[in-house]
């Protein structure tokens, strides 16, 4: 099946700082999307992008599809953005078709420190 | 307003019980999942239904049945609980089976003692 590999495994930032998260899968996909998962264990919806870039607020995300990676932006980081950040895949399925099987990393915890 | 939610937020339950896990979607949606996130918090997909109809099934023991009475909801049963079956467990929805957009709900904490 499809592999999905995110860097860093750990991050850790002061306030302020901005940050990179990358998302390498092995093959083509027809979905991508950015979670993050809140302390309290929620799952938020970031962003929907199988290709181009996105913006929402502090936030932004690339996916370069012809060369199977994502990227999450996070700029000036605030400690509510600390959590689990996860980048997850539905492969294109044999003859353009694919069930919604959402294949997840392994994820990124990004801490915050005031 | 809740998209999608789920009940109960927290079950413990003894080794042995049988326990549902219930799950509801107002979006619209015509397909519906549920994941397992173990202690390591890896998420991994368990059932999909698209109209009521079970499109995937993966690797899980015959203890968990999943159910939708309807598009709305989505239930997932789990019969002779064992350990290994804590988790938290998360349902999802989309518009359709495919590339959609996912969207999850707020996930129930599962403790087996």
């Known amino acids: 099946g499809i592999q999905v590999e995110q860097s860093p495994p750990d991050l850790i930032l002061q306030e302020g700082a901005n940050s990179t998260l990358r998302c390498n899968f092995s093959?083509?996909?027809?979905?991508l999307q950015w979670f993050h998962q809140n302390p309290w264990g929620q799952l938020i919806n970031l962003f929907y992008i199988p290709s181009g870039t996105k913006q929402n607020g502090r936030l932004s995300a690339t996916t370069v599809a012809t060369e199977r990676y994502s990227l999450l932006y996070i700029s000036s980081s605030q400690t509510t953005d600390s959590g689990v950040y996860f980048c997850?895949?539905?492969?294109?399925?044999?003859?353009?078709?694919?069930?919604?099987?959402?294949?997840f990393g392994q994820g990124t915890i990004l801490t915050v420190h005031p | 307003d809740t998209a999608v939610s789920q009940t109960p937020k927290y079950l413990v339950t003894q080794m042995g019980n049988d326990k549902s896990i219930k799950c509801e979607q107002n979006l619209g949606h015509d397909t519906m999942y549920w994941y397992k996130q173990d202690s390591k918090k890896f998420l991994k997909i368990m059932f999909s239904y698209n109209n009521k109809e079970l499109i995937i099934n993966e690797t899980v023991p015959n203890r968990f049945s999943p159910k939708s009475p309807d598009k709305a909801h989505l239930n997932l049963h789990i019969n002779s609980l064992e350990l290994g079956d804590s988790a938290v467990y998360f349902c999802?929805?989309?518009?359709?089976?495919?590339?959609?957009?996912?969207?999850f709900g707020p996930g129930t904490r599962l403790t087996v003692t």
């Open positions: 997850a895949v539905v492969p294109l399925g044999a003859g353009g078709t694919s069930y919604g099987k959402l294949t």
């Open positions: 093959d083509s996909v027809n979905n």
């Open positions: 999802a929805s989309s518009p359709g089976a495919g590339g959609y957009e996912q969207y």
